[in-house]
């Protein structure tokens, strides 16, 4: 079998589990009956993991041939043709697609296996692995697409996805809206993203070009063409991407959307969909490098979200929304590289992220599963002898998200560092550290909180299977381990991940030689994550409320932290009252009842009516009127006649 | 002096009284006997026009159109004595069932 | 001739009627067209005014129909239709050319037998369907004002 022909067979591995199960699972609807548990589990791993094995064959194929750049199926299909357009479906598997499809296969199998023993007993247990599986499909199509249609198709998709997946239990009237609100604001940034593809279309037009026009090897080679409009192209990509990667402004779905089961937030939330966002910026990177405003505009964002997040992150008191918030917090790191001008930095940090993110996700979904679904962290504790095989990846992925050598995560955010004091403004940086120790210091609240001290909770913690031990402890290894993919120079490793994705950047950054400062920089990073980690372990380990007197002291301040910033309320009043209002008032009662019912539709029987009654006085009965009507018929026709 | 125009007025003005009065009255005899002035005005049309153009054919038609008028006089009348016996009136105001 | 739509009372209309047709075979006579006058006088002022006068005294008149036959505003209204229309007629027949008097013409003209000729060789097939036609409408008469001896109203 062709190179191409396997990966046209990823994307439609997934696909077939979603058939296969959702079919079992419209069957077993019907007839009112359980689910068998085994053979959907079954199917619905089956199928990841041959993609994910397919995925390492085809990456050792690139890794292995310095000529091969990229695996290419070239238009499978044409999608629809159209005067000076060709849009055609076709995958491609370059270096950049085989880092996404692996995290995406491999990640995706370990929470599948997980979710076998999470989802347990679920009514709609058919229903989750075939949408679980869907959704690996969009994921993988939006990763492999070869043109920016494709992309935007697996782009919809995995919002759709999101959405049932979020709104799962859709029989709460709260988690179906928490679903809803992702989707109308996924909705908003796709947007954005048209628009982006808009201008790239005008562009391309204007200049009388036609054919596959937003294949993405067409617009790399045509890319002069957009450096006018390249801001204004840029700004409205990023629009979509704040909408999907939850930044600012439209962050505010992710924390709703921990409605969903756990294994959907650790796999859509932490891992993959969230991401799709930085990959699109990285995909179009060369795009990006000719606006360097554009890449402000998102440096500035990435940052701020970080920031914010990370406050909002230290008050909240469900296990579920820390890692939430923490998510956006770092899909902010992200963008931060991105805008920077270092595409490398952000997907090293997109894979690191996904091991110790999904990790601590699965791992707090098992403590959720264990506590029969207690969600409030001070109503855990001491879990750390209780439950030991999922404390100790949740411990290890903790540090590796504070920063801390040599785990994964030190690596990733530490390249992103660096390169945001050579290209940014100080202050920036000095931000950048600051979040950074926010964020050890919330991780290691809510480790010590929830592992440690006594334990507050109201049931013993039942057993946990085997099938979700081992995926948390697969991936705290891999939070172990990851980071050394992208050693940085200086430490004597060879960073083969920036090497992997050189490509992406064409204006190549000189590497100061400042080794000396880099090294500087690295150390002072990390003393103040270990600083920030142990202050918050020791506090919290040994009292509890030794926050009191700060929240009595700033009382207002920690209201609003409480609150959110209040930023869905201010959406609320501002955006989504008054066009419920205009909706509903004006739209509504206004328009439809008076003007179609009212006047257009009874309005044209009145005419009618009107009209027939008018008629209708001309017939009188009486014979003389009808003579009268004769003679002038006949007087009009002679002067016409005889004139 | 006298010349065709004159007989042709003359006939339009009997013409016109015949048609207002078709209008105006409501007796049903009177609107018959408007009838007749209608066609005296036309035979008077064709007679003045054989004379001018010195054909006979004129009369021949006005021959014709007499007694055309004559057999409709006499079947308008029966007609008008049918009305009489089903609603003793021969007012044309009184037959309004046409209307609308 | 005004005088026939301007009365109330039908015989009297009916009378008026017989003065105009009278001065009609006048006119006629002066056209050079004595048969037809004579045939006007005959036929028309004859019979057919006759059955008229018949016809008006059989049906018993009431008093109050005389009434409702006023002039009103609705008759003002149709007489000042009237006036543009004969102003039109007018207008369209004077303006045909014509020479200031009549020409001369055969001795023979006008008489029956100069009628009798042409109507029983270039017009004697419509001679004939007019003979059919006042059969037609004979029968039709008897059909329609016939009652049987039975129902008297």
């Excluded at chain 1, 095989?389 to 920063?403: D, E, W, Y």
């Excluded at chain 1, 991940?497 to 950054?509: C, I």
């Excluded at chain 3, 004969?86 to 020409?103: D, N, R």
Aim: charged letters at 10%.
């Amino acid at each position: 079998m062709t190179n191409e022909v396997l990966l046209t067979t990823i994307p439609l591995l997934p696909l077939v589990g979603f058939a296969l199960n959702a079919l079992i699972a419209l069957v077993r609807a019907r007839k009112n009956s359980s689910v068998p548990e085994k053979l959907v589990s079954f199917i619905a791993c089956l199928f990841p993991i041959l993609a994910f094995v397919l995925a390492i064959k085809l990456f050792f194929v690139l890794k292995g041939d310095h000529q091969i750049t990229a695996i290419s199926t070239g238009p499978l299909f044409t999608w629809m043709q159209a005067g000076f357009i060709d849009v055609s479906f076709g995958f491609v598997l370059d270096h950049l697609s085989a880092v996404m499809t692996l995290v995406i296969t491999g990640v995706g199998s370990l929470i599948h296996i997980y979710s076998t023993g999470y989802m347990h007993d679920d009514k709609g247990f058919a229903r989750f692995f075939a949408y679980l599986n869907f959704f690996l499909f969009f994921m993988l199509i939006l990763v492999l697409g070869d043109s920016l249609v494709t992309l935007f198709v697996g782009w919809e998709g995995v919002g759709l996805c999101s959405y049932l997946l979020i709104g799962y239990y859709f029989n709460e009237p709260e988690k179906a809206s928490a679903g809803k609100k992702a989707f109308v604001v996924n909705r908003i940034g796709d947007f954005g993203f048209l628009v982006g593809i808009f201008f790239i279309l005008k562009v391309f037009v204007s200049n009388q070009l036609d054919g596959a026009l937003l294949s993405f090897a067409f617009i790399q080679e045509h890319k002069e063409l957009l450096a006018p409009l390249a801001t204004l192209i840029g700004l409205s990509l990023f629009v979509g991407a704040t909408g999907k990667s939850a930044q600012i402004p439209l962050y505010i779905w992710l924390p709703d959307a921990m409605a969903g089961p756990t294994p959907v937030s650790a796999l859509i939330h932490a891992a993959t969909m969230v991401t799709a966002g930085v990959y699109m910026v990285a995909r179009l990177f060369f795009i990006y490098e000719m606006s360097p405003e554009s890449l402000h505009v998102i440096a500035s964002v990435g940052l701020a979200t970080a920031f914010l997040a990370a406050m909002i992150a230290i008050v909240q008191t469900d296990i579920k929304k820390v890692l939430a918030y923490s998510t956006v917090s770092q899909l902010g790191y992200m963008f931060l590289a991105l805008g920077v001008g270092a595409p490398q930095a952000a997907i090293f940090h997109v894979v690191t992220h996904a091991f110790f993110k999904a990790c601590m996700f699965l791992g707090a979904g098992s403590v959720i599963h264990a506590l029969h679904h207690e969600q409030n962290i001070h109503h855990m504790g001491g879990l750390f002898k209780k439950m030991p095989a999922t404390a100790l990846p949740f411990l290890v992925s903790t540090i590796a998200i504070a920063g801390i050598p040599p785990f994964a995560g030190f690596f990733s955010k530490d390249e992103i560092l660096w390169n945001v004091y050579q290209h940014a403004p100080r202050g920036m940086y000095l931000l950048a550290v600051l979040t950074a120790g926010m964020t050890a210091f919330y991780m290691f609240r809510l480790f010590t909180v929830v592992f440690m001290g006594k334990f507050r909770g109201h049931h013993e913690p039942h057993h946990l299977g085997f099938n979700m031990i081992l995926p948390v402890a697969v991936l705290g290894l891999l939070a172990v381990v990851g980071g050394f993919l992208g050693v940085p120079e200086i430490l004597h490793g060879e960073n083969h991940f920036h090497h992997w994705l050189g490509y992406l950047t064409q204006s190549q950054h000189t590497e100061t030689a400042n080794h000396g400062l880099e090294m500087n920089l690295m150390i002072g990073s990390t003393v103040w994550a270990v600083a920030m980690s142990l202050l918050a372990f020791s506090l919290y380990s040994r009292n509890l409320n030794w926050t009191q007197t700060l929240k009595q002291r700033f009382a207002g301040f920690y209201k609003i932290m409480c609150g959110k910033f209040y930023v869905d309320e201010i959406y609320e009043f501002f955006i989504v009252k008054p066009i419920r209002l205009i909706s509903e008032h004006v739209l509504w009662k206004g328009v439809d009842t008076r003007l179609v019912d009212g006047l257009m539709v009874n309005g044209s029987a009145n005419v009618m009516s009107l009209t027939g009654r008018l008629v209708t006085l001309f017939q009188t009965g009486v014979l003389g009127n009808y003579l009268l009507f004769l003679w002038l018929g006949l007087f009009v026709f002679l002067i016409v006649v005889f004139s | 002096m006298i010349n065709l125009h004159h007989y042709l007025v003359v006939a339009s003005l009997m013409f016109t009284i015949g048609l207002a009065g078709l209008v105006i009255r409501k007796n049903l005899l009177v609107i018959f006997m408007c009838v007749e002035i209608l066609l005296n005005s036309v035979n008077l049309v064709f007679v003045a026009l054989a004379r001018d153009f010195g054909l006979m054919e004129g009369h021949v038609v006005v021959f014709f159109v007499m007694a055309v008028a004559a057999a409709e006089a006499g079947i308008g009348l029966a007609i008008v004595i049918t009305l009489f016996r089903k609603r003793q009136t021969i007012q044309t105001s009184d037959w309004n069932l046409l209307k609308g | 001739m005004l005088l026939v739509i301007l009365l109330n009372n039908p015989v009297a209309s009916a009378l008026s009627l017989v003065m105009a047709l009278f001065s009609l075979s006048g006119l006629y006579i002066l056209l050079e067209a004595p048969f037809v006058a004579v045939l006007q006088v005959l036929v028309y002022a004859g019979a057919v005014m006759v059955l008229f006068v018949f016809v008006i005294m059989l049906l018993k008149l009431r008093p109050e129909d005389l009434q409702q036959d006023r002039v009103t505003i609705g008759k003002a209204g149709v007489v000042l239709l009237g006036v543009p229309f004969v102003g039109f007629l007018i207008h369209k027949f004077l303006s045909v050319p014509v020479e200031s008097s009549f020409k001369p013409v055969a001795a023979n003209f006008g008489s029956p037998k100069e009628v009798g000729t042409l109507m029983f060789t270039k017009y004697l097939i419509p001679f004939e369907v007019v003979s059919i036609l006042l059969l037609v409408a004979i029968i039709g008469v008897i059909v329609l004002a016939y009652r049987s001896p039975t129902d008297r109203d």
